[in-house]
């Protein structure tokens, strides 16, 4: 059985950092990419970024280009997202997902992600 659970979410200020988990079980984790999305509410779910665990490759939306960073530990099947100098427009709900070998990033969306868990909360106080 397939599980993906998210956490680490909050209510941070702008400027500050939170660091997401995505804990995996139920499939071969290094076979399979992992991606994160939110959704804001009144918005359309946005591709935020992705790690192949096959090849470690890494891909982030332009809107978190080099204030988020992606990494993965095998060893605990667990994907962080480190979110640093937070934006009040970075709040939404964030979800974690996960599809065979490649993110398939394009049109800001992940395609070809499978499973998807529930999203974690995270506020940005201006």
């Known amino acids: 059985d397939v599980q993906l659970q998210a956490s680490g979410g909050g209510l941070v200020q702008a400027g500050g950092s939170l660091r997401l988990s995505c804990v995996t079980s139920g499939f071969t984790f290094d076979d399979y990419a992992i991606g994160w999305s939110r959704q804001a509410p009144g918005k359309e779910r946005e591709a935020v970024s992705c790690?192949?665990?096959?090849?470690?490759?890494?891909v982030y939306s332009d809107s978190v280009k080099d204030r988020f960073t992606i990494s993965s530990d095998n060893a605990k099947n667990t994907v962080y997202l480190q979110m640093d100098s937070l934006k009040y427009e970075d709040t939404a709900v964030y979800y974690c997902?996960?599809?065979?070998?490649?993110?398939?990033?394009?049109?800001?969306?992940?395609?070809?992600?499978?499973?998807w868990g529930k999203g974690t909360q995270v506020t940005v106080s201006s």
């Open positions: 997902a996960a599809g065979p070998f490649f993110c398939g990033y394009s049109g800001g969306n992940f395609h070809g992600m499978d499973h």
């Open positions: 790690i192949s665990n096959s090849d470690g490759y890494t």
